[in-house]
């Protein structure tokens, strides 16, 4: 057996050299250059310029960074770029219509009050609108009542709101009013929700 000539054996990638990526963001498909080790959230803020996004804590533990991959909520701080590429990515500037016309999650924290300083806004609102469509899935959450666990939508009432938004952080307290906008956006979208 003959061995391979050393300049045609194996092509060698640099595994710490910048990869180039197409990311589906916002229903747009942007190529971006990132490293590695880049997070969702540094690409989308950093090398996109969507600052919508917070970053928080860059640990997972506010929920400020929350986006949506394939309609379901992710932390992007924790969320490598890389893992993110086959993914439809939603950030808080793609909820509104083209035209501008708020998203119904996005006006009711506006005539709600659901906000003070609107630092955790974006991610609080990513958050909402995924509560949503958890609960019509009928995804449980440790609030729910057991009755409900298999007969379908979950009953989105204010306990099951808060512990569903349980992992977005509102330093200025806004929570009452986060569940008021939450709660009339489910019962809008389903008039029989209490």
């Known amino acids: ?34 490293e590695p080790w880049t997070t969702l959230l540094d690409a989308l803020r950093e090398r996109i310029g969507l600052t919508g996004t917070k970053k928080g804590c860059d640990h997972g533990a506010c929920g400020a960074c929350t986006v949506l991959i394939d309609g379901r909520r992710v932390l992007s701080c924790l969320t490598l770029a890389l893992s993110a590429r086959d993914g439809a990515i939603t950030t808080i500037e793609g909820l509104a219509a083209p035209d501008g016309t708020l998203h119904p999650m996005q006006r009711a924290f506006a005539e709600h009050d659901a906000l003070q300083c609107g ?18 899935a009928g995804r449980p959450s440790a609030a729910t009542d057991p009755a409900h ?7 989105l009432d204010e306990r099951e709101i808060r512990e569903r938004m349980s992992g977005n952080l509102c330093r200025c307290a806004a929570y009452q009013n986060i569940v008021a906008a939450v709660r009339e956006v489910a019962e809008a979208t389903d008039p029989s929700r209490p």
């Open 149 to 155: 666990r298999v007969t379908g939508r979950a009953v």
């Open 119 to 136: 630092y955790c806004t974006p991610g609080q609102i990513m958050s909402a609108v995924a509560v949503l469509a958890e609960a019509d």
């Open 1 to 34: 057996m003959v061995a391979p000539r050393p300049d045609t054996a194996f092509a060698v990638h640099d595994p710490l050299a910048a990869v180039t990526l197409r990311l589906t963001v916002n229903g747009a498909v942007t190529e971006v250059s990132v």
